[in-house]
Structures are given as C-alpha cells and as structure tokens.
C-alpha cells in the first residue's frame, strides 16, 4: 500500500505443477529495482542476454481499486451534472429571450396594427375632406386659412393653394365682414356657430351666398368649419318673389300647420301688413 502495489497481479511461465502459491514484496522493493536495473544497465551485452534468457519472466500489472472505481465514477457524474446544469442554464435563458422577443414582436405588431389604423382613419378623412361638395375649410380664429378643399375652386375660383395663408376677411362682402367677425368671436370663445349666411366675392367679381356650420377645437384654436353654396337658392328665391309679387291678385302661403309662410305685395297693401308680421 505504502508503494501503491495494491491488487498486484503476477504471471510467469514455470514448470511447477498448479498449485496455490504466494509471493512476498520486500519493503525496499522500489530501492531494488532500480539497483537490479542499474545492475543490468552496467553488464556487458552477452552477459546481460544470457540472464535474460536464463532467468524467469514474470509480468505484473496493477489492478483497480474500489476507491479508484469510485472516484472516477464520482468525477464522470459531477461532470455530467455540471453539462446539465450548463444546459439548464442555457435553455432558461433562451427560453426567457425567446419569451423577451415574443413579447417585443407582439407589442410591435400591436403598434404597427394602430398605426396602420390610425392611417386609414386619416386617409379616409383627408378623402372626406377633399371630395366634399361643400367647402370645407381650417382657419385660425383671427381668420387665417390654413386648409381648405378642392371646392374652393368650384364654389369661389380659386385654387386651394392661392388661398393658404390669406385672411377670410379679405374675401368677404363689406357689408357681411362685421357680422362674420360677430361670428368668429362666438368661436374663440368656444361656442358653435349653425346656419350662419355670408357672401363672399368669386374669383371672376361676383357674389357668392355660403351658408356656414362651424366649431372650435381648444386643443389648437382652430375653426372648422363647411359651407354650402346657396347662391342658386337665392337666386330661385329672387325669382320666385318678383314672379308672386308681379301677380296682380292677392296671394299667400300656408304651411301644414295653416301658418302664414309667404304672400305678395298685393296680399300687403289689402290687409295693410307685411310679409314679416
């Protein structure tokens, strides 16, 4: 044990009959061997062949302890455990990255879906706004244009672009300009304006009647507001008044519920009253 000579095994070929034998290890047993080869080592070669030829061949082998069995057992196992752990790790990790980016492409595709949303919604907007009919316009509450549709070219003559930047005041009737301030006033205080009529002057010199719906948003102290072109109405309505009014007879208008709508001057002079009372 002392010289690690455990588990010793010995295999020679003799001439002696099987038996049980036993063989002792001197304790100087590494001393002398490498006296014996030191020995060997300093003989001439024939005498050294002739004791080698003469002599007994013995071969030994170390043998495996049980200690040894359970010590690399022990080593194999603690490494294994450590790959497992390793890998342990490693698929967490992955696992929480996988789960990390997951979440991440999620949220992305939830943004790109409201965005994409958010585009439709002002594509279809800006559609509105341009196909109107009517006019529809932005402007700040002193009467700046900021935008306006392709039907100021229709309804007043203009190009949109010709009247970015200009004063709505500056289109205006004279005689209209102080009621539209009135107006106006009424929106930069926060208030909606509905049905309120103004003539403004086409681009060619004459007059255009536009009827206005309009708000504030206080968020920008913007207006926005649409108009509608009333100038053929008004000019049926003159038509339909000199038509009634040139008719020598008495006549009038009664609604559904017998209420007094209209009449001519005729009907006037004979019941000494006018359209208004």
Known sequence: NKHNLLNLKIAASTNLPDDTNAIGIRKDWPELTSRIDKSFDAMRPEIHNFVKQNSLSV?????????????????????????????????????????KKKRLQEGLEKELELKNKLLLVEEQFNRFFQLSLNLQLICTTDGIIKELNSASKSILGYEKDELIDKSLLDLIHFYDVESTIEEMSKLSKGENVYSFENRYIHKDGHYVNLLWSATTDSSNNLIYGTAQDMTNFKIKDLLFDYIINAIPDILWMKDNDGIYIQCNHRFEEFFGDSEEN
């Open 59 to 99: 071969k030994y082998e170390y043998g495996i302890s049980s200690w040894d069995i359970a010590k690399w057992i022990g080593i194999v196992i603690f490494i294994f455990s450590l790959i497992v752990i390793a890998i342990s790790l490693v698929n967490r990790k992955l696992k929480h990255e996988i789960k």
